[in-house]
């Protein structure tokens, strides 16, 4: 999670780079930033795949450069040097990008609709408030930035930089949120944490546009800002309760025992509040050699084929009398899955407790937490079974009148 955390700085980071040198490049005509466009950008791509749909936003925004430009071939120069600086620097990364392509993607996600479009811009701004505050005010701020598009009024040449400083940066996010919402209608790969790959152009715009509101802006700005630095808290357990059943299962374990996760990437979370070596690790896909990481490489098709009853008893050959198996289940009725990923976990889930409630070398002995109450945590449940041999057949009853 921290690594994923980090990774996400960096792209809103890199993302801000782009935006930046991009405008003082393109529009502003410092030459000297065309070097640093192509590097952040080259960046941006490497550090995430949704780079692209900042990149695709930067190639449309061009079209407006040269409508604004007095040199049009000098800019296409400089636009030619430094996206094939980027081509080039990017090339030694495509063999991966075409591998993800095709093995990886986000079987996870479903495809978005307009809200979901509107709920990420909302939770990249920090929340709903603050969201409100800079559309208003900043609106009203993009209005007077318009209006100095032509350089006359009190701001002269410096507002006529500004107004087209904001209508580039305008048009590079809206055309990659367009491309990133297109694109998951094709292929569904649509997360709100990838929008921090739109945070560079949004701050940068916003920062226009509060500045242009005058003393309103200002406030706004310190508003925004105290909101930003004591955000709201969420509880852990709204996204699982992870940490609560390692500690409840954790007393019952032994080394050599068993814990299957039926959904798969809930493994590394489990892992990391077990990370006892002894025990052993599976999900619903057979078992794990390495319980920290989750391998997306065709798991769509993995969790198909692999049936639970089979993995099952694959899994309790390599598995001693008198272990506990610990179960780990998605909390089901709190689950809203329509992905085909998370359908197909739901399916096996409920496919892998029948079978082991059914097998007859397994005795249940519990499960945590009870789900009568009101209120149902989000997150996953253990269910435990003790691992037992089979009774040995009855003898067959001789034949009457038999010898």
């Given amino acids: 999670y921290a690594q994923e955390t980090r990774m996400y700085a960096l792209v809103a980071w890199l993302s801000m780079v782009v935006a930046g040198s991009f405008a003082l490049a393109f529009v502003r005509r410092r030459r000297g930033w065309v070097p640093v466009f192509a590097a952040a950008q080259a960046a941006l791509l490497y550090a995430h795949n949704w780079g692209f ?17 007095e040199d049009r071939r000098a800019l296409l120069r400089d636009a030619a040097l430094a996206y094939g600086a980027i081509a080039l620097l990017f090339a030694a990364w495509v063999p991966t990008v075409l591998f993800q392509a095709a ?3 986000a079987p996870w996600s479903a495809r978005p609709d307009f809200n979901a479009l509107i ?13 409100l505050a800079l559309g208003l005010v900043g609106g009203a ?9 032509h350089g006359v009024g009190p701001a002269g040449p410096k507002g006529r930089e500004a107004a087209r400083d904001a209508a580039v940066l305008a048009a590079v996010l809206a055309v990659a949120l367009l491309v990133a919402w297109l694109a998951s209608q094709v292929s569904p790969a649509w997360s709100h944490r990838y929008f921090a790959i739109f945070v560079g152009p949004l701050l940068l715009l916003a920062g226009g546009a509060l500045t242009s509101a005058g003393r309103l802006g200002v406030v706004t700005l310190i508003v925004v800002a105290l909101f ?14 992870a940490h609560r059943i390692a500690v ?3 007393d019952s374990l032994a080394p050599g025992d068993l814990i299957i996760s039926t959904h798969p990437e809930q493994a590394p979370v489990l892992h990391y509040y077990l990370p006892d070596p002894s025990l052993r690790w599976a999900t619903s896909m057979g078992p794990v050699r390495d ?5 997306w490489r065709d798991a769509l ?3 198909q084929d692999a049936r639970p009853k089979a993995t099952l008893r694959a899994l309790l050959q390599t598995t001693k009398r008198d272990t506990t198996i610990v179960l780990m289940l998605p909390i089901l009725r709190t689950a809203r899955w329509t992905a085909p990923w998370t359908a197909l976990v739901k399916k096996r889930s409920l496919q892998w407790e029948k079978a082991m409630n059914s097998n007859p070398r397994l005795v249940r002995t519990g499960q945590m937490p009870h789900l009568s109450h009101q209120g149902l945590p989000r997150g996953v449940r253990a269910v435990l079974y003790r691992v037992r041999n089979l009774p040995a057949p009855a003898p067959a009853s001789r034949a009457r009148g038999s010898r």
């Avoid at 930003?228 to 852990?236: A, I, N, Q, S």
């Fill in 103 to 105: 093995h990886t993607g």
């Fill in 291 to 295: 319980p920290g990481i989750m391998d």
């Fill in 119 to 131: 709920s990420g811009l909302v939770v990249v701004s920090g929340g709903p408030t603050t969201a």
């Fill in 228 to 241: 930003w630095l004591h955000p709201r808290t969420v509880e852990l357990n709204n996204k699982s309760d």
């Fill in 141 to 149: 701020g993009l209005v007077s930035l318009a209006g100095g598009w």
């Fill in 301 to 303: 098709d993995r969790l």
């Fill in 248 to 250: 409840l299962v954790g």
């Fill in 53 to 69: 749909f900042i990149a695709a936003g930067t190639v449309a925004a061009l079209v407006l450069c040269l409508w604004l430009a």
